[in-house]
């Protein structure tokens, strides 16, 4: 079935066709000067000291464990209510993942206060996911760092160009990636971005992504090295050239597109306040965000309820997803119980409703009026 209104559009035009072919016919297709204009582009954008492409958010996740130097042995704290990859990583590099509820409803980002409890001598670091790009509460998270001599790795998958007191989110802590995966902000269909204002970061993570080896194909065929080394095991992360340069568009259109997004958030803010039973998380928040979803709480009743508002919402031609399936209840991490019930709330009474820089003030309308049928 064909959605009426989707979950999300990709914002692509002839801009994103141009650059892709226009890279094509350059003659040179794999990383090369494209991503050295996109790292350059986050650079200044988030005026951070180093960028380096990767070829999506996991990978950069990975690389993002690996120059925090966490390995086997450790542990790390990591909200539940997440995707996938912001925990599997913490296993690929042997390390144990520890899950920390979330501060509420009205605020679906990971609690300090959790942080501070779940501390042990083998703790290394805190991964924060930003949820639909609204800040974690870094303040105090960056204070219990600094106590705790711990690493603060962001993953900003879904809040690029989001701020926290006038900072961009992915420059509080060591560390951060962000996505290019085609439902977020900046779409290429993979990729991602790996940022650090520490240069010693910055080097291994450049590194790491391709192979340890000292020089790149590009720099080779330019001419400016003729001889590589090896020196760390590294893997196959890079992002090729024609993806930066669909990135380079995206990354031009963003900062509009996120106007039109907090216009979007607003109507349905409006709107959603007069639903009875529907809680909106970070309804107060005054920073400047990405708005990457639309996240909503269903107080009433249970998942099974839940579940059935959303096929109602399905049958009027509406797409919803749920952000996210609780992490610590997948059958692979069946060993790492947690008692997280701010968590299992959410998880089991969240819906995320359509966001898009394109979604008219109409289709919201429609989209508000249908959920208030369907709850009444
Ligand atoms: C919070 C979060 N982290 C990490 C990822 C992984 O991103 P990628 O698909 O680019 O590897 C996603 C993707 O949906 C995500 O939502």
Avoid at 62 to 85: M, N, Q
Wanted: aromatic share 8%.
């Amino acid at each position: 079935m064909e959605y009426k209104i989707p979950l999300f559009n990709l914002n692509f035009d002839e801009r994103e066709v141009q650059a892709a072919c226009d890279t094509i016919k350059s003659g040179w297709v794999s990383t090369g000067p494209k991503n050295a204009e996109l790292e350059q582009m986050f650079i200044d954008m988030w005026g951070v000291k180093h960028a380096v492409s990767m070829s999506n958010c996991t990978s950069a996740l990975h690389i993002c464990c690996k120059v925090c130097g966490i390995g086997i042995g450790d542990e790390v704290l990591v909200p539940s209510l997440t995707f996938a990859a912001s925990v599997n990583c913490i296993r690929y590099v042997g390390a144990t993942p520890v899950f920390c509820d979330i501060v509420g409803s009205n605020h679906i980002n990971i609690d300090p206060n959790e942080i501070e409890k779940k501390i042990t001598s083998r703790t290394k670091a805190i991964i924060v996911v930003h949820m639909a790009g609204f800040p974690a509460k870094m303040d105090e998270i960056m204070t219990i760092a600094s106590k705790y001599n711990l690493k603060v790795i962001e993953d900003a998958c879904h809040g690029p160009l989001s701020e926290y007191n006038g900072k961009k989110l992915g420059t509080i802590g060591d560390c951060a990636a962000f996505s290019f995966f085609s439902n977020k902000n900046i779409s290429t269909g993979e990729g991602g971005m790996f940022i650090t204002n520490n240069e010693e970061m910055a080097k291994k993570a450049r590194l790491l992504r391709s192979h340890g080896m000292t020089t790149m194909s590009y720099q080779r065929a330019s001419g400016h090295a003729t001889t590589y080394d090896i020196i760390e095991l590294g893997y196959n992360y890079r992002m090729d050239d024609i993806r930066a340069a669909i990135a380079i568009e995206q990354l031009k259109k963003l900062p509009n597109d996120l106007k039109k997004r907090h216009l979007i958030r607003m109507h349905y803010l409006e709107r959603l306040n007069n639903i009875k039973g529907v809680v909106v998380p970070f309804a107060d928040n005054k920073e400047f965000v990405s708005n990457y979803i639309m996240p909503i709480i269903i107080t009433k009743g249970d998942k099974v309820y839940r579940d059935a508002v959303r096929e109602k919402i399905h049958a009027a031609g509406i797409q919803t997803s749920v952000h996210y399936p609780a992490i610590h209840r997948f059958s692979i991490y069946k060993d790492f119980p947690a008692e997280l019930p701010y968590t299992e709330y959410v998880t089991d009474h969240e819906i995320t409703l359509p966001m898009y820089a394109a979604l008219t003030d109409e289709q919201v309308d429609f989209i508000c009026n249908t959920l208030e049928t369907v709850l009444k």
